[in-house]
């Protein structure tokens, strides 16, 4: 069973940067990935990596600000996040699946994926 620890949630101002961290255990995982749940709001994607190769995906409103990177050797998922705006203020997740997706893709929604940590909180504000 794969069990995903989140951390790095801080309190930053606008344009600040924070890096949060998944430390993963167990089987070996085919897509990772990050998630958040604004207040009010349902839990949306911000960005995938498929472990094997390195592709990554991002959603739109997060491109050119954050990274998703991963260190396979300590089986640690990264997200620097940089640029940081009010409307990043969420509790971040970790989620990963280890069954190969159709084609090998690794779709940025919630139902692609298996496990879940308990989330990090991260405020953006001034």
């Known amino acids: 069973q794969v069990q995903l620890e989140e951390s790095g949630g801080d309190s930053v101002q606008p344009g600040g940067s924070l890096r949060l961290s998944c430390a993963a255990s167990?089987?070996?995982?085919?897509?990772m990935a990050w998630f958040r749940q604004r207040p009010g709001k349902e839990r949306e994607g911000v960005a995938v990596?498929?472990?094997?190769?390195?592709?990554?995906s991002y959603a739109d409103s997060v491109k050119g600000r954050f990274t998703i990177s991963q260190d396979n050797a300590k089986n640690t998922l990264f997200l620097q996040m940089d640029n940081l705006e009010p409307d990043d203020t969420a509790v971040y997740y970790c989620a990963a699946r280890t069954r190969r997706g159709a084609g090998g893709r690794c779709p940025l929604e919630v139902d692609s994926f298996t496990s879940w940590g308990q989330g990090t909180q991260v405020t953006v504000s001034s």
């Open positions: 990596i498929r472990t094997v190769g390195g592709t990554t």
């Open positions: 167990g089987p070996a995982n085919f897509c």
